[in-house]
């Protein structure tokens, strides 16, 4: 199973940005997929998660900003991201929960992909 993350880039203050994440290879079914970020000196952070039945989680610092979306027949999550702000600045990683066809349960992170905001 593999996750590959795109649309990351340079931005301006108060501009957007959107990420996408495919996920691909032998896929059961996919419980979660979601969101990290990391930026420099600091822990890696909840974003936002998606679950299959459509629930959403944000952190706080982007509720209200970004939006986390879903297309199940694609096996791929989105984030948009509007308002963005030069501390939003980080490495961002997509992961999920997936249910592989041999009904194993494991988690995946992509390789990340990197978000600036200039301020």
């Known amino acids: 199973v593999q996750l590959v993350e795109s649309g990351g880039g340079l931005v301006q203050a108060g501009g957007s940005l959107r990420l996408s994440c495919a996920a691909s290879?032998?896929?059961?079914?996919?419980?979660?997929m979601g969101w990290y970020r990391q930026a420099p000196g600091k822990q890696r952070e909840l974003v936002a998660t998606i679950y299959s039945g459509g629930t959403t989680n944000y952190g706080d610092y982007v509720k209200g900003r970004f939006t986390v979306a879903r297309d199940a027949t694609k096996n791929a999550v989105y984030l948009q991201m509007n308002g963005l702000k030069p501390e939003d600045t980080a490495v961002y990683y997509c992961y999920s929960q997936i249910v592989r066809l041999a009904r194993t349960t494991d988690d995946y992170w992509g390789q990340g992909t990197q978000v600036t905001v200039s301020s």
């Open positions: 290879g032998d896929i059961f079914s996919i419980n979660f």
